[in-house]
């Protein structure tokens, strides 16, 4: 399968990308800044998933952001959408194939975290995996790394000081802190709420972890960045799909700036 789909890719020009992207709901307008851009919808990927949730655009997106050729994922897939988690990492170890060295991962998240707005932007530091199944379970593919994998800097201290240092430099606050995944697609309870807070979740959300543990394995450097787009459960009125795009087109701007600076300085 990794061959096919590798093979399919390059023939439509995908060579030698050092930087994937992972884009979250409501974030895809970083694509569109891709210069020299090749974009292939994923149905017409061999052995791609397709994405089925609003505001993920479901294509690939190649060429140069910042200076940096990179591949972007505009639109991920999702456990609750039915697909197993094999399937929901396989483009992570498709760009593994490709030559990615490091992966920015994104998403839209609720704010557990009490000092947390609508708007935020928050580094990811850590995860707690509360939904239970991880994508390595079943063979382990050896060539893509080790069957026991080290996750104790799931996201790179490194990266996440750079995009510390960005924040400063243009004179916002950006927050860090522990994401929390729930499979979804119901929203969390407020009984959930109050428990992850207590074990020290910032951000809820329904994704980003499994690639994170699949992209480790690889041997691939992690950053992640949330958006917090609504208040968790018990802590605002209602939760809504709506609120989320709303949200994430507003901070869309710092968002942007945020990857584009990171990219400009990014090593590997």
Known sequence: MYEETVHYLKDQGLTEPKIGLILGSGLGALADEVENAITI??????????????GHAGSLVYGDLSGRKVL??????????GYDLQTVTYPVRIMKELGVKTVVVTNAAGGINEGFEPGDLMIITDYINFSGPNPLIGPNV????????DMTEAYSVRG??????IAKEEGYEIKDGVYCWM???????????????ILGGDAVGMSTVPETMVAKQCGMEVVGISCITNLAAGMQS????EEVMETSA?????FKTLVKKYLLRYTD
């Open 183 to 197: 499979s979804g697609p119901t929203y969390e309870s407020k009984a959930e709420i109050r428990a992850l807070r």
């Open 238 to 241: 209602e939760l809504n799909h």
């Open 160 to 165: 996440t000081q750079t995009l510390k240092d």
């Open 142 to 149: 050896d060539s893509h790394g080790p069957r026991f994998v």
């Open 250 to 254: 507003r901070v869309n701007g710092r």
């Open 72 to 81: 972007i994922l505009n639109g991920r897939f999702h456990y609750y959408e």
């Open 41 to 54: 919808p994923y149905k017409d990927i061999p052995n791609f998933p397709v994405s089925t949730v609003r």
